[in-house]
């Protein structure tokens, strides 16, 4: 962790965060409803190999707070869980969103680059 914020990258909780964040935002753009949201994280629970380890409500509630939707029992939901689990729980979705899109190795490259500058930005404006 101290090898990334040393290089000016951030933390790595912090880097999943935005890459989670740009991923949702990118993914479902076009299709903000539950109904999608539901189909997404059934379909990444049967993707992932540990899948069946991740959470439905709660991998369901942190895709509707990046997207400032309005469902039921998101803000709960996500006040039960401490930052280990949510980077988890992105992690995994984060996964499964970088596999649906078929990114190249170069478009990889630029979307994890893109995350790290945010998350070096947040980390110095959080510190100054």
């Known amino acids: 962790m101290a090898e990334f914020e040393?290089?000016?990258?951030?933390?790595?909780?912090?880097?999943?965060g935005f890459a989670f964040n740009i991923a949702v935002q990118r993914r479902f753009r076009q299709r903000r409803d539950m109904d999608e949201i539901i189909q997404f994280v059934a379909d990444a629970r049967s993707f992932l190999s540990e899948g069946r380890d991740l959470p439905a409500e709660e991998a369901e509630a942190l895709i509707c707070a990046t997207l400032d939707l309005d469902a039921p029992g998101v803000e709960e939901t996500i006040d039960r869980l401490d930052i280990g689990t949510i980077t988890e729980i992105e992690g995994q979705l984060l996964f499964k969103i970088i596999a649906d899109e078929g990114l190249s190795e170069q478009q990889l490259d630029d979307f994890l680059a893109q995350a790290e500058a945010l998350a070096a930005r947040w980390q110095n404006s959080a510190t100054s």
Do not use: V
């Open 6 to 16: 040393s290089q000016g990258k951030g933390t790595p909780t912090a880097i999943i």
